[in-house]
């Protein structure tokens, strides 16, 4: 083509323009084709595109949303159009070509036009208060720019005017204030809220927003795109990266890496995959570290309880109940009659010191019985015996019936008063209480539940008996009840064991196997005494309760010991099997209140619960009480105690991720097979293919460990069945003698692994034994920390050296035999009779009264401590002790 | 006859095991049939007991809406002595069961056909338990012995589909296909491994005879069999009971339309308890339809390992039937350690086995803390069934990846122990 000398040359070359044209990638294209399209769409007068399509701060709403999506192609003129069009192409262009055309759609339809939009409506409206509509792509020119600095500044953090240096960054600030000043009707604030989206862009704090590579490459393959668009940008034929800088930057460091902020991140991950392939600290070192890590957890967790932030106030969960709502009338005259029935049973007492020691004889049960009948009630009685560990515990129940005037005794309430009390002291002003408290009640027609009431010879027996048989579940030995009323709805046991007035109620709340009463019937027991009688209430033994960390702390920890041994605490612990909510009242101290006090106190929690509409179900069932108007939920505790047993399940775990992959094992095990290959030479050719298999997975051999683990945890019927059925006179020689066998048969069992056959164990199975025995133990004491979250605690603290003690291989003989000496001195203390006796010595109590007490929760109270001691402690133990007494062989 | 001294030891430990149990815990039977882990409405033997008291007083034995159970069970139990009396017999009863299953299963595991059949056979041949084995695993399972003192009359229908399948290996299909239909009978379900049995009996078929039958016509000449012994099963208890649809509705119906909700260790009840009753009819639907949806397609996917097909649809059924008991997952448990070959290629063992200890464990002690304490709630319950089905299902998909994984490496011999992702 001839071109005419004489023109002057252009200052671009126009083929170049044309290509770069014709190139235009998808996207952009796009863009350009909607600016124009809405620029025509401006020339007809019946459809007001500006007003349509403007972010106008006060058009803003839910149904015009989509303002903050066309705002930036819609333009107030043609040269406004022209303008924004010149300055877009070429970053926009760049932006698709590095990025793709699916991630531009994304990111500009999307969080590139709402994000500028929405900070400057937001400065708009609720800073300045005023209402200006923008339109127009200069957002977006605005925003590259932005995002561009930053990549800058990156490579050139400064250029240099003179001997000023301009951070690079602010290169769009400039733009936009020289924009500002020199274009008219140019929103300043939006064009710096655009530069701000930009700078976030481009320090990469928005990529979160990009849609994942993965999904783009799927939608890709799937539609075909790259087949179907024209010029469109795959997600492979990005320039570099996602949100990496241009390879020319690179190229002068020379890495592929940038310094940029958001790649720490991949540093960290290289980390991660470092730890990922170091299999010494990953099945070895890390599960003791998060071993450790729960265990630790679990200890402070439970030292946190007490802090206000974690504990509540108790409140009344269940509306009916009206703690105090009622006036009480057991007073004046009453207090004769009392003394009545006071005087009458003491006539019946020897004089002297045996009046204390006096049981409730037929003479006195008679007596009972005629007091009850005249006042109007129905008598009977009852007479039972159980033999535990050799003593024969025998007595006669009274027991009489308020039948309720208003009821159809389907439902009932019990008072108990024990003729005994816990702390086994004559209990006279207590039944003579409750005889005339009987007398009284029968007096009133409020009664919609019957009331019974029940005297029982002692604390630990009578109730038992009584409540076995009232729902036919007794043994033989026991007498059925001739008389019986409807569903107990709660029970209240009352002892007052001296002759002077009392000064607080002690409130005795925990049941058999750890259960709790529901916390409203401790609730209003507590509301009563205190805010309607004005007596306080203790609990625990805490007499000097002055609410502080130690103080609560202390009580905490003493329910959870009471709770942890699970035997009966009182009277009221037998009903609570039969979810039968009961708790004992005991007259403490030397104060002023006297018998009427504790009577109308039961009268008035008689009145409460006889207003029950359903059983007791709204409050909670599992709770620690660190005061009488505070308490942790089992939701705030129970993850201590499992974080406790998670220890052992994760040792557990590990161990048997570490047998399938142990690389020292593996090669243990194929130097057996050599061996093996050795003596008999039958199978010369199997053993490259072993030795192939070995490195990579290795069979475990489980047949050993399964045996053993099983074994043990049989063998702890043994002990079981001794402690229960043995004389009580044979306590102590037993505890002995088991602690000697604790002594002597991990040591035999391990010799007998070690030395006893042709092939001892390999590590691995060692580690399977140690595997197994822990996820026994961690699962027997997760499922038994939702019944008695107490015990379970307790017996994971004392088993945590379990998760600990390993095989001791160290090559020096005499380093390894002392330290196994060491630690199985450690693990004989921590055995199940050596804290027993320690505890014993402790608490000052002889083993065998322990051992007595704990046969008689077995066969009476049915409390299943014993199990968790021989089958779920006692083998974990032993199967500790044998693993480390292997190391001697 | 030559005695085979292991198999004798083993059975008669097993026998000696379950007497001892019952001498030594006269409580233990009653304590089991009690639990809902054992007896499920369709399976009490409580429930049978009530309605044999019925029947041998001439009372219709469905009335009173109590006794699920087909009706052919009843002239059974009644040649029993009564319970109340002698309970020895019962237990030595199902003791009796459980050795012949150990037997079926011995049957089963010694025709090597989990490991060798006609379309395919493993590489890991040497990797296998024998039958002896096999039946120790099923006779020392505490599920199995927990079910032989519950007395559920579901070991019976165990018992059916075991015998099928011992007959369909050992090539007897007509009388595998009247096993089944007596299965079928009994408990309705197993109506749905039919076609998987067929395959068996086809397969089995094949490889004896030179000239391999029409598939179609061999199914359809099975599944007449399998109709005419269900049909005569019918027949016969029309004659006992009487009123044909009284017993269908209150057995077939019962167990189709799920109307009692009392707790199991299965999916349904919890479910159906809390839906809408205008959406009952069609969630019955659904998951009649989910429960039945597996056979197709792993009898189509697996068509080369139908023992396998069957195995794991017991597995599949004893997580999703209605009423699930521990009878069905000692079933799946006795048919599973005939594809030993396939643990080393199992990944999820170790979790799998672990969550169905701590269900085993947790879910009396949830069941206690909401029946009995008071002071949990069903939600406590239901939570322990879900992870006890999710132990199953895992152990389920994970034992068909490891056999399809088996099958894919006979394929592709060189592959063997490699890595290998899905592209």
């Known amino acids: 083509m001839a071109t005419p000398a004489a023109l002057p040359p252009l200052p671009f070359n126009p083929a170049r323009v044309r290509s770069y044209i014709l190139r235009l990638p998808l996207f952009t294209r796009l863009v350009l084709l909607a600016i124009v399209v809405f620029w025509l769409l401006e020339l007809q007068t019946v459809w007001a595109v500006i007003e349509w399509g403007a972010l106008t701060p006060d058009e803003i709403g839910i149904q015009s949303m989509h303002r903050l999506n066309t705002y930036p192609f819609i333009h107030v003129g043609f040269f406004h159009a022209l303008l924004n069009t010149v300055a877009l192409v070429p970053l926009l262009e760049r932006f698709e070509a590095e990025h793709g055309t699916l991630t531009s759609v994304a990111l500009f339809m999307g969080p590139l036009s709402t994000l500028p939009g929405g900070l400057y409506l937001l400065v708009e409206k609720l800073i300045l208060h005023r209402n200006t509509s923008v339109v127009g792509a200069s957002v977006w020119v605005f925003l590259l720019l932005g995002s561009e600095a930053i990549r800058t500044y990156k490579s050139h953090p400064s250029f240099s005017l003179g001997t000023l240096k301009i951070p690079t960054w602010t290169s769009p600030l400039f733009a936009c204030v020289i924009v500002w000043i020199l274009v008219p009707n140019t929103s300043f604030l939006g064009h710096l809220c655009a530069i701000l989206v930009g700078y976030l862009l481009g320090l990469g704090y928005l990529k979160f927003f990009n849609p994942p590579e993965k999904v783009l490459r799927w939608v890709e393959g799937k539609l075909n795109l790259l087949g179907r668009l024209p010029h469109y940008v795959s997600v492979d034929q990005k320039t570099y990266g996602r949100y990496g800088v241009l390879p020319s930057a690179n190229n002068a460091t020379g890495e592929r890496g940038s310094p940029m902020s958001y790649l720490g991140s991949t540093q960290r991950l290289a980390t991660l995959r470092n730890l990922r392939n170091n299999p010494q600290f990953l099945f070895i070192r890390l599960p003791y570290l998060l071993s450790l890590l729960c265990i630790v957890v679990g200890v402070v967790w439970l030292l946190l309880l007490p802090l206000d932030e974690y504990s509540r106030q108790t409140y009344i969960s269940e509306n009916a109940l009206l703690p105090g709502q009622v006036h009480t009338y057991f007073a004046g005259s009453e207090q004769n009659v009392f003394r009545g029935y006071k005087k009458e049973l003491e006539g019946l007492l020897p004089e002297g010191e045996a009046r204390n020691q006096a049981d409730l004889s037929p003479v006195i049960s008679e007596k009972i019985q005629s007091a009850l009948r005249a006042a109007g009630l129905k008598v009977a009685t009852q007479n039972y015996e159980y033999t535990s560990a050799g003593i024969t515990h025998q007595g006669q129940n009274v027991y009489a019936i308020v039948q309720a005037p208003r009821g159809d005794a389907t439902e009932a309430i019990v008072l108990v008063a024990t003729w005994k009390t816990v702390e086994e002291e004559l209990n006279l002003n207590g039944v003579s209480l409750a005889l005339t408290l009987a007398r009284y009640f029968k007096r009133w027609s409020l009664w919609s539940k019957d009331i019974i009431f029940l005297i029982t010879p002692d604390s630990k027996s009578g109730t038992q008996a009584w409540i076995d048989a009232y729902h036919d579940m007794h043994s033989p030995s026991v007498q059925s009840l001739p008389l019986k009323s409807g569903a107990l709805q709660g029970g209240i046991v009352f002892e007052y064991a001296f002759d002077h007035r009392f000064e607080t109620l002690h409130i005795i709340y925990d049941g058999v196997n750890g259960q709790l009463p529901n916390l409203d019937l401790f609730n209003t027991a507590v509301a009563i005494a205190g805010g309607q009688m004005g007596i306080g209430a203790n609990m625990q033994e805490m007499w000097n309760h002055d609410d502080s960390y130690e103080m609560r702390l202390q009580t905490i920890l003493r329910g959870m010991l009471k709770q942890g041994f699970g035997s009966a605490s009182g009277a009221h612990s037998s009903f609570m099997p039969y979810h039968i909510d009961a708790i004992t009242l005991q007259a403490k101290g030397d104060g002023w209140q006297d018998e009427m006090a504790l009577g109308r106190t039961v ?26 108007n505070r308490f942790v939920s089992i939701g705030t505790y129970l993850p201590s105690a499992m974080l406790i047993a998670a220890n052992f399940t994760i040792m557990a775990i590990a161990l048997w991720l570490r047998t399938g992959y142990d690389m020292e094992s593996s090669a243990a095990a194929a130097a057996v097979k050599l061996e093996d290959n050795k003596k008999d030479e039958a199978t010369p050719k199997d053993k490259p293919d072993d030795a192939a298999n070995n490195k990579a997975v ?48 991990p040591l035999s069992v391990a010799a007998l692994l070690a030395r006893g056959s042709a092939h001892p164990p390999i590590r691995q199975q060692y580690l399977l034994i140690k595997s197994f025995s822990l996820l026994l133990l961690g699962l027997a004491l997760s499922a038994l920390a939702t019944l008695n979250f107490s015990l379970s605690f307790m017996v994971g603290l004392l088993c945590v050296p379990l998760t600990f003690v390993d095989r001791i291989s160290c090559s020096k003989a005499p380093v390894r035999i002392a330290a196994t000496l060491s630690g199985l001195l450690v693990l ?53 002790c044998v693993l480390l007494g292997v190391s001697l062989f | 006859m030559p005695v085979d001294r292991r198999k004798t030891a083993v059975f008669s430990a097993a026998v000696l095991l379950r007497l001892l149990l019952f001498f030594v815990f006269p409580s233990l039977p009653d304590l089991l049939t009690g639990r809902v882990e054992v007896s499920t409405p369709v399976n009490s033997f409580k429930r049978l007991q009530e309605g044999l008291f019925l029947y041998t007083r001439n009372v219709s034995p469905y009335d009173g809406g109590v006794f699920h159970q087909a009706p052919l069970l009843l002239p059974l139990y009644a040649l029993l002595p009564s319970v109340r009396d002698y309970r020895l017999p019962q237990i030595v009863f199902y003791a009796l069961i459980d050795i012949l299953n150990a037997d079926a299963l011995i049957t089963i595991a010694d025709s090597g056909q989990s490991v060798v059949g006609r379309l395919h056979s493993t590489s890991r041949k040497n990797i296998r338990w024998d039958g002896v084995a096999i039946a120790a695993w099923y006779l020392f399972n505490p599920f199995t012995i927990a079910t032989c003192l519950g007395r559920p009359t579901s070991v019976l229908t165990s018992s059916a589909i075991l015998y099928a399948v011992s007959n369909a290996v050992s090539g007897n299909s007509v009388n595998a296909m009247l096993a089944l239909g007596l299965a079928s009978y009994l408990s309705l379900y197993p109506a749905l491994l039919f076609l998987p049995l067929v395959l068996l009996c086809y397969d089995r078929h094949a490889t004896g005879s030179k000239v391999a039958p029409s598939t179609a016509l061999f199914g359809l000449q099975n599944f007449g069999v399998f109709l005419a012994s269900v049909a005569g099963l019918l027949a016969i208890s029309y004659l006992i009971i009487g009123d044909f649809w009284e017993f269908v509705s209150a057995t077939y119906g019962f167990q189709l339309l799920v109307p009692d909700l009392t707790p199991n260790i299965g999916l349904w009840w ?154």
């Open chain 1, 603 to 628: 009268e008035s929690l008689c009145r409460s619960l006889n207003n029950l509409l359903e059983h007791l179900h709204q409050s909670f069932f599992f709770y620690l009480l660190m005061q009488a």
């Open chain 1, 698 to 745: 290795v069979e475990r051999q489980l047949a050993l460990p399964l045996t053993l683990v099983v074994g043990f945890n049989l063998l702890g019927l043994a002990p079981l069945y001794l402690f229960n059925n043995l004389h009580h006179g044979h306590f102590t020689i037993a505890a002995s003698f088991i602690a000697l066998v604790d002594a002597v048969l």
């Open chain 1, 828 to 880: 004989n203390a921590l055995s199940p009779p050596a804290v027993l006796v320690a505890g014993c010595h402790y608490a000052g109590v002889s083993v065998e009264s322990v051992l007595t007490h704990a046969a008689f929760g077995w066969d009476v109270w049915g409390s299943w401590t014993p199990v968790v001691v021989w089958c779920v402690w006692w083998p974990a133990w032993l199967v500790g």
């Open chain 2, 270 to 423: 919890y479910f159906f308890i809390e839906i809408f009753d205008s959406f009952r009819e069609f969630f019955l639907g659904v998951f009649w339809l989910h429960l039945a949806g597996y056979v197709g397609g792993l009898t189509v996917r697996l068509r080369r390992q139908p023992l396998f097909v069957l195995t794991s649809l017991l597995g599949i059924f004893a997580i999703f039937k209605p009423y699930p008991s521990i009878s069905d997952i000692s079933l799946y448990f006795a048919l599973l350690p005939l594809y030993r070959h396939l643990v080393p290629l199992m990944r999820y063992t170790f979790f799998a086995v672990s969550a169905l200890l701590y269900a085993t464990v947790l879910g009396p002690v949830f069941h206690h803390l909401w029946i009995y304490a008071g002071s949990g709630n069903a939600n406590f319950f239901y939570a322990i069934t879900l992870v006890w089905s999710l132990g199953l299902s895992i152990l389920v998909a994970d034992s068909m990846f490891a056999a399809l994984r088996d099958e894919w490496e006979e394929e592709n011999p060189d592959m063997r122990g490699k890595d290998v992702r899905q592209i």
